[in-house]
């Protein structure tokens, strides 16, 4: 029997997508001949809640009062915490690399942290300081125990922390999923998962990183086995896009080859990445007796976001409307 929050929280949802920016008034936004034009366009929508700033230049200020105000209506109406923190943890691995970085440069960055995940900033940013980590998510106070092992040895560095804590953060997120009982979010993060590693894979191959360094990059928990892909990599760009056609994932293989064959940032896959992922969800939205709709609304918000921060960001800079529009990503919903 469907619970009356989740009902409630999908009739919310089904008002609040009205109000997306899509398409069309992002186009415009990229149109606008100044910042302060883009950004009038945010107060014409209500944006923030109605939030102001002095400049058009602190569009940053808006963007994270409507992603504050997003987080807490999802994580307040989520009847399934466990699905909830799969898309909400990201954030505190997000500042747990910020404070070790910070730790290691003798630096105060709880001013510059993001308070959108479920970790108080102030104690997590105190236990890093103190390497007191008992209170932290397991596979979290692993991760950082193995980097102050690491940096201990001589062999710490700032890709080191990246990497042991995005591992870390899935491992949270798999963690979570086997309470959370979604045979869609298993799928979801399953693609998500596999395609990070072949467009690590890519990455790598990009700046001539040996195998093993790529090894040491690869996120466990997907469908993809380390060894086939590892071995894959061994033999080259060949090598490597021929192994992605042989998995569901060819057609991120041939944009992630075309981009290095042509010089240039994987940054069409990426957008493709995106678009994949959201494809697993929708199909579910419209589904009013689950959280899905919830979660389809939440991530098209952070998605719509973040396609405001690259617009503002580019009308800021002067770049190309052409190029703008070209990186924009897909909505869930």
């Known amino acids: 029997m469907t619970d009356n929050i989740t ?10 997508s009205t109000k997306l920016i899509g398409r ?31 400049s058009g ?28 923190d799969c898309f909400i943890l990201g954030y505190d691995y997000t500042n747990a690399k910020l404070f070790q970085k910070a730790r290691r440069m003798g630096i105060d960055a709880k001013n ?54 995005d591992k870390a953060k899935y491992a949270n997120i798999l963690d979570n999923l086997k309470l959370a009982k979604s045979i869609y979010a298993n799928e979801y993060f399953t693609a998500d998962i596999d395609m990070m590693n ?3 894979a890519f990455r790598c191959l990009y700046v001539h990183y040996k195998d093993t360094q790529y090894a040491e990059m690869f996120i466990d928990g997907g469908s993809l086995v380390l060894d086939e892909i590892v071995k894959a990599y061994g033999k080259g760009l060949d090598g490597l896009l021929n192994y992605t056609h042989e998995t569901p994932y060819r057609q991120l293989g041939d944009i992630c080859a075309e981009s290095i064959r042509q010089d240039k940032p994987i940054v069409n896959a990426e957008i493709y990445f995106s678009n994949i992922k959201k494809k697993i969800l929708t199909p579910y939205k419209n589904d009013m007796e689950t959280v899905y709709p919830l979660v389809n609304y939440f991530m098209s918000k952070k998605t719509e976001i973040e396609n405001l921060r690259w617009i503002l960001v580019g009308v ?10 070209s990186r924009i990503k897909e909505l869930y919903v």
């Open 7 to 16: 009902l409630y929280a999908s009739g919310r949802v089904a008002v609040l």
């Open 24 to 54: 069309e008034k992002l186009n415009r936004i990229a149109e606008a001949n100044s910042l302060e034009a883009a950004v009038k366009i945010l107060y014409e929508n209500n944006y923030a809640g109605g939030m102001t700033v002095n």
């Open 57 to 84: 230049s602190d569009f940053e200020q808006l963007l994270d009062k409507e992603l504050e105000i997003t987080v807490d209506f999802f994580k307040s109406m989520s009847p399934n915490k466990f699905l909830t």
């Open 112 to 165: 510059t942290a993001t308070k959108f995940g479920n970790i108080d900033v102030n104690f997590l940013a105190d236990a890093i300081e103190a390497t007191d980590y008992d209170d932290l998510p397991k596979p979290m106070s692993d991760a950082l125990r193995l980097i102050d092992e690491a940096y201990e040895s001589g062999k710490g560095s700032a890709q080191f922390i990246d990497t042991v804590l």
């Open 198 to 200: 072949i467009l690590t």
């Open 316 to 325: 800021k800079n002067g770049v190309k409307e052409e190029v703008i529009k």
